[in-house]
């Protein structure tokens, strides 16, 4: 089961393989997994969606893993799912595990 934990919104920057596109809006959830007997979470089974506002064209960065700074100066792994900006991240913890 999955638990919609945090929310963001702001405007950040997004990096790929050293560039930059600066002034990204951005709008993420995070959700993260719980085990449904006890109400536990799962440690690093998270869930990211969202969405981006650029006038940079996103084409050619769809698919690409990428990193959003956000304005509060966290960084948050994405990949872009769409042309429309849309935001999507599954997995294990910011390093992910050798078994996926």
Do not use: W
């Not at 007997?37 to 990211?48: E, K």
């Amino acid at each position: 089961m999955m638990k919609l934990v945090e929310e963001y919104a702001g405007i950040g920057d997004l990096e790929s393989r050293g560039e930059s596109i600066p002034r990204v809006g951005y709008r993420i959830a995070r959700y993260q997994g719980f085990i449904e007997q006890s109400g536990l979470p799962v440690p690093g089974v998270h869930r990211i969606e969202g969405t981006l506002d650029t006038a940079a064209n996103l084409e050619p960065l769809i698919g690409q893993s990428l990193t959003l700074r956000m304005e509060d100066g966290r960084a948050l792994a994405i990949t872009i799912a769409d042309t429309s900006g849309r935001v999507l991240a599954e997995g294990h913890g910011p390093s992910r595990c050798l078994c996926c």
